[in-house]
């Protein structure tokens, strides 16, 4: 799986092994989101060190941005943080971005930041516990990546219940209008059975392509939406990935 994704980023000109920008390097939007997303992976250690660990000390200060037109928020398990920040967006991704929403370009530029650099940065930061906890290559090898993502996402909603709910009720808004769009094209295959962890692997080079990730923002909100309706804390969602994959 992990080999699929890098073919797939590799495809678009994008490549995990070249050296990340220097801080100093980077334009002033650049730095805020780096700035950003930094604290959000930290925002994530900080609780799961409060709540037992372990944490994800590899990540951090780790956000890596520059990546000129293509769409991605990804962590390959290899102690980066990569996000695409608004300014590296061709124009016609941000159009595809606002039709995702139905905002207009001002407020999708600030939707997308909140989207990018605050949630997604929490997505990839919980991303790394699974790691941790579970093993980068055993996570690649044998778990279906429809369950890692989703896994991910229940670590996300039950902080932010906790500590950012605007958050999720931004996501929540971002939503509807991808929701009323798409669910003809992946509802059926959105889904917790076999099948559906077939067809998110089978077709990731379509659902997750860094030109035109349509398909996996639109699972991204349905993984929410079911995270967000759960009950339970952060170190309950801690301890079920322990217990379904992991020797701690």
Known sequence: MRAALLVLLLSCSFTVTKNPLSYEDLSNGQRSAVDRINANLQR????????????IEGILGNAEVGFEDIVIAVNLGDGRARVTVWEDLTGGQKDLIASWWQLDPATTEQRYASMAYDYMALHLAALEYVYVVQGVERVFETRP????????????????RDQLPELLDLMTG???????????????H??????????????????????????????????MEDARMRSSTLADEMQLIKDRFGDL
Not at 44 to 55: E, I, K, R, S, Y
Not at 145 to 160: G, K, T
Not at 174 to 188: E, G, H, K, V
């Open 145 to 160: 990546r429809l369950n890692v993502e989703r896994d991910a996402q229940r670590l996300v909603a039950a902080l932010a």
């Open 190 to 223: 959105y889904g917790p059975e076999g099948e559906h962890q077939r067809y998110f692997q089978e077709h990731l080079r379509e659902i997750a392509d860094p030109q035109h990730p349509t398909g996996y923002f639109y699972y991204l909100c349905r993984w």
């Open 44 to 55: 994530m250690h900080d609780a799961l060190v409060t709540q037992g660990g372990p944490g």
């Open 174 to 188: 971002l939503c509807a209008p991808m929701r009323a769009q798409y669910d003809a094209t992946w509802a059926q």
